[in-house]
């Protein structure tokens, strides 16, 4: 379980659970329990929900404490594949290594730089919590890798 801002951001949208689960063709107790980060939001539905409402990845999975607008995106899973390989080999890691580090599985994380598949939420957050990297970066969203300097200061 880990904080989030997404209870904050649909409220500063007025909106309800409810309706905010009708747009994603979910539960409310869905999102209750995405807001309350007894589960993780799915990727794309992160996306999804950072598109429509212009906030950044890093912000609703409380990495930074406050928004940072940066504008729509398309999902590229090749730019994603190509950033999470390249900023492990910047951090001159082996796929162990780094999976060692964010207790991901190494069959998993090779999966995701090849490209077999997506890397999911919780695997996406730890790593950027591990290594203070953005999330809208490895997502192919921003070019700084570097977490905003506006981190640590609160939401207004």
Not at 6 to 27: C, H, I, P, W
Not at 55 to 71: C, F, P, Q
Request: hydrophobic letters at 35%; aromatic letters at 12%.
């Amino acid at each position: 379980m880990f904080e989030n801002n997404l209870k904050n951001a649909r409220e500063d949208l007025d909106m309800t659970q409810t309706e905010l689960g009708y747009l994603f063709g979910v539960s409310r107790s869905a999102i209750k329990s995405w807001e309350n980060g007894y589960y993780t939001i799915p990727l794309l539905k992160l996306i999804k929900f950072c598109n429509m409402f212009d906030y950044s990845l890093d912000y609703i999975m409380g990495i930074i404490k406050r928004n940072i607008k940066y504008g729509p995106f398309t999902v590229d899973n090749i730019i994603i594949n190509e950033r999470l390989k390249s900023f492990r080999k910047s951090l001159k890691l082996s796929q162990q290594e780094l999976c060692d580090k964010c207790r991901i599985a190494q069959t998993t994380y090779s999966g995701y730089e090849r490209g077999k598949h997506l890397i999911n939420t919780t695997n996406l957050y730890y790593l950027c919590k591990t290594f203070d990297i953005s999330m809208d970066y490895l997502i192919g969203r921003i070019d700084n890798p570097k977490i905003s300097k506006e981190k640590e200061t609160t939401v207004l």
